[in-house]
């Protein structure tokens, strides 16, 4: 199986994602991180649309992948698997941002009604972009399906126990 990562949409996470890939890279045969255009111009939120046509010769190379989203990078994600650019096999999602897309005018709940894929979330108990126990009730009101939510400890959104996040993402990948 491979892996396609997105990070989150701060240039701060860019070595953030690197770090993530290389400590994940061991358990997949081929890993891809995508860099964002918006981290070159400066610019304050992620161009989606020019994302996903950028990563669209990228994914013809992958089959049998998964793919890695932190934030911002689980909303890209959603939007390439609703508008069916993505097949993954699986899906990890860290620090789901949901009132941050919406406040960009970004569809979230569009891209995450009925969603199906199988996803493990990772939140954080008071994550500022949006409380675990708000991603619970988020995921029975958008009616996701073969999903598992992994609480955390912490009220802030950055993610920097890599253990942790290769460690649940081995299970979750392997079913270990």
Same mark, same amino acid.
């Given at each position: 199986? /491979?892996?396609?990562?997105? $990070?989150?949409?701060?240039?701060?996470?860019?070595?953030? %994602?690197? @770090?993530? &890939?290389? $400590?994940?890279?061991?358990?997949?045969?081929?890993?891809?991180?995508?860099?964002?255009?918006?981290?070159?111009?400066?610019?304050?939120? %992620?161009?989606? @649309? &020019?994302?996903?046509?950028?990563?669209?010769?990228?994914?013809? &190379?992958?089959? @049998? +992948?998964? %793919?890695?989203?932190? $934030?911002?990078?689980?909303?890209?994600?959603?939007?390439?698997?609703?508008?069916?650019?993505?097949?993954?096999?699986?899906? %990890?999602?860290?620090?789901?941002?949901?009132?941050?897309?919406?406040?960009?005018?970004?569809?979230?709940?569009?891209?995450? +009604? *009925?969603?199906?894929?199988?996803?493990?979330?990772?939140?954080?108990?008071? @994550?500022?972009?949006?409380? +675990?126990? /708000?991603?619970?009730? +988020?995921?029975?009101?958008? *009616?996701?399906?073969?999903?598992?939510?992994? !609480?955390?400890?912490? *009220?802030?959104?950055?993610?920097?126990?890599?253990?942790?996040?290769? !460690?649940?993402?081995?299970?979750?990948?392997?079913?270990?």
């Amino acid at each position: 199986m /491979d892996l396609i990562l997105f $990070s989150g949409n701060s240039l701060a996470h860019k070595q953030w %994602i690197l @770090d993530v &890939e290389e $400590s994940l890279a061991p358990m997949f045969d081929k890993t891809y991180a995508q860099m964002y255009k918006h981290w070159e111009d400066r610019s304050p939120v %992620i161009y989606l @649309d &020019e994302e996903l046509e950028k990563v669209l010769d990228i994914i013809k &190379e992958y089959e @049998d +992948y998964a %793919i890695f989203g932190k $934030s911002a990078g689980a909303l890209l994600a959603l939007k390439g698997i609703r508008e069916g650019i993505f097949k993954p096999q699986k899906c %990890i999602f860290v620090g789901l941002p949901v009132d941050w897309g919406r406040v960009y005018g970004f569809k979230v709940d569009n891209w995450s +009604y *009925n969603y199906s894929v199988p996803t493990l979330f990772i939140q954080k108990s008071f @994550d500022p972009v949006m409380f +675990y126990e /708000d991603l619970v009730k +988020y995921i029975k009101e958008q *009616n996701i399906t073969n999903s598992e939510v992994l !609480e955390i400890s912490g *009220n802030d959104h950055y993610y920097g126990d890599l253990n942790l996040l290769k !460690e649940e993402t081995e299970k979750f990948i392997y079913q270990k």
